[in-house]
Nanobody, 121 residues
Framework: QVQLVESGGGLVETGGSLRLSCAAS????????MSWFRQAPGEERQFVAA????????YYGDSVKGRFAISTDNAKNTVYLQMNSLKPEDAAVYYC??????????????WGQGTQVTVSS
């Protein structure tokens, strides 16, 4: 079993920056891909970014490309999402997800509880 706990959400002004963290525990050696998703009220869950747990290859959704960066710190069993140039449309609950394979497409096997990001206009 893998447990995921997100943190770092909060309130930020338009154009500001925020860094989210996802701490993984349990059988972390089984993880192949780590990803971030987000969901705003009344909307479907949206893919944000993915990274190989071993580091290196990354993939981003079109809406965040060039503004967000995903990275890992395997010594801390943590994946990060650095969010820059934030827009009101980025406001959502952000979820960390882990897959026991190497495709960002999925399926994803484990999910965190989510952390709220609010962007003021």
């Amino acid at each position: 079993q893998v447990q995921l706990v997100e943190s770092g959400g909060g309130l930020v002004e338009t154009g500001g920056s925020l860094r989210l963290s996802c701490a993984a525990s349990g059988r972390t050696s089984s993880i192949g891909t780590m990803s971030w998703f987000r969901q705003a009220p009344g909307e479907e869950r949206q893919f944000v970014a993915a990274v190989l747990w071993s580091g290196g290859s990354t993939y981003y959704g079109d809406s965040v490309k060039g503004r967000f960066a995903i990275s890992t710190d395997n010594a801390k069993n943590t994946v990060y999402l650095q969010m820059n140039s934030l827009k009101p449309e980025d406001a959502a609950v952000y979820y960390c997800a882990a897959a026991l394979h190497y495709s960002w497409i999925g399926p994803y096997d484990y999910w965190g509880q989510g952390t709220q990001v609010t962007v003021s206009s």
